[in-house]
């Protein structure tokens, strides 16, 4: 199957740690990608991790990979109120270079 | 460097008429992928091109079409519009893996 799901929604408190997580189904995934939209705009790609590694660290953000669970997940540390935004997971396999996306997690930080 | 972009913003058209909408990827890019997103239905896969050649094509109808120009450029054509065709259309492009998306086209058929 094609599935990638997500939580619909997070709410959190600035300076806190927001984790969202994702599952998909797929276990020929090469890459597993983070994107963010913003209201009115495109995605903007926050990171990306390889489909045979576990974990990786981007400044304010981590991604882990549970390979056996199929589970990823974004942690942002100190979220701030300009994280407020759309977050999509996608995933990518060898043939037809397509992203397959979750239906995204709305994130709304509150002061 | 430029990321990608998209023309036009915004386009109004009515039921049964032909839209076309642009996209420029990033210098160097070879790829060109366009998405659509409706109201409801999420991110969906369309069309992927490569050196001027349609790769890939996900599930939408005939009337979705569109090509890759010599520069890498691409248009998107849609073809006797319906209103479900209302819509985000985001443009990415990519030189490996990883694609880059523009601000999107929102379409609104009436």
């Known amino acids: 199957g094609e599935d990638v799901e997500q939580s619909l929604f997070l709410s959190v408190r600035e300076g806190d740690s927001s984790v969202i997580n994702c599952t998909y189904t797929?276990?020929?995934?090469?890459?597993l990608y983070w994107y963010k939209q913003e209201p009115g705009a495109g995605l903007q790609l926050l990171t990306y991790?390889?489909?045979?590694?576990d974990m990786k660290q981007d400044q304010r953000l981590t991604v882990l990979l549970n390979k056996k669970d199929k589970h990823l997940s974004l942690r942002i540390a100190d979220t701030q109120t300009g994280d407020s935004a759309i977050y999509f997971c996608?995933?990518?396999?060898?043939?037809?270079?397509?992203?397959?996306f979750g239906g995204g997690t709305r994130v709304l930080v509150k002061p | 460097e430029a990321g990608v972009t998209q023309s036009p913003t915004h386009l109004i058209k009515t039921r049964g008429q032909q839209a076309t909408l642009r996209c420029s990827p990033i210098?160097?890019?070879?790829?060109v992928y366009w998405y659509q997103q409706a109201l409801g239905l999420g991110l969906q896969f369309l069309l992927w091109?490569?050196?001027?050649?349609?790769?890939n094509r996900g599930n939408f109808p005939p009337r979705f079409s569109g090509r890759q120009f010599p520069n890498y450029s691409s248009e998107l054509n849609v073809n006797a519009l319906e209103l479900e065709d209302s819509a985000l259309y985001l443009c990415?492009?990519?030189?490996?893996?990883?694609?880059?998306f523009g601000p999107g086209t929102r379409l609104t058929v009436l």
């Open positions: 990415a492009s990519s030189l490996g893996d990883t694609q880059y």
């Open positions: 797929d276990s020929s995934s090469t890459y």
């Open positions: 991790i390889f489909s045979n590694m």
């Open positions: 996608a995933e990518s396999r060898p043939a037809g270079n397509k992203l397959t």
């Open positions: 210098s160097g890019h070879t790829s």
């Open positions: 091109y490569d050196e001027g050649e349609e790769r």
